[in-house]
């Protein structure tokens, strides 16, 4: 199973509206819906259908600068850091890379019933203990219940590539 995106979107150059400083001395800022339009543009360009982006506050236009800002796919949070790398008048470059955080347990119960159904076991309704880190090596212990009883299964994260996380799910030994 994977979630997610490529692990850099790549370098985004934005010729944006800079918002003007307060007090003379915080420096020009790049308004936060501007960078998030900008970002939801640059993730569509790689086919990543974002859900609940937003950036926690506007970000000063200095080089080194950077804000994590937070969207969803199919109901999997990951992280967009955009890192300001230089500023020429009005034109501001940065470059954006996903971050992956762990897989919702939620999200993790609907992807192993699905992926259980597809690999030929009966519907089901799948019951995680928890989030799957986002780490190699991580797991995470399901089970599926369904109309031939209740079964066990193990969830391993195999890949972590920026935001995305490929993981397999096999059956657990019996105990």
């Known amino acids: 199973m994977a979630l997610g995106l490529r692990r850099s979107l790549c370098r985004a150059v934005a010729t944006l509206l800079l918002v003007g400083a307060l007090g003379g001395c915080a420096g020009a800022r790049l308004d936060d819906a501007d960078l998030v339009a900008t ?6 360009r790689h086919g990543v259908r974002a859900d609940d ?3 926690p506050s506007d970000l000063r236009a200095a080089v080194g600068e950077s804000v994590r800002c937070t969207f969803t796919v199919d109901g999997q949070p990951v992280d967009a850091v955009a890192r300001i790398t230089a500023v020429n008048g009005d034109s501001v470059t940065y470059d954006v890379h996903t971050v992956a955080r762990p897989v919702a347990k939620d999200v993790l119960e609907r992807s192993v019933a699905q992926k259980l159904e597809q690999a030929g076991a009966p519907p089901g309704t799948a019951s995680c203990a928890g989030d799957l880190p986002a780490q190699v090596g991580a797991t995470e212990g399901c089970t599926l219940s369904g109309p ?3 079964s066990t ?3 391993t994260t195999t890949s972590v590539d920026g935001g995305k996380i490929d993981y397999s799910i096999e059956q657990a030994a019996p105990r």
């Open 39 to 44: 970002l939801r543009a640059e993730l569509e």
């Open 148 to 150: 031939d009883g209740v």
């Open 53 to 55: 982006l937003h950036c």
């Open 153 to 155: 299964w193990t969830v």
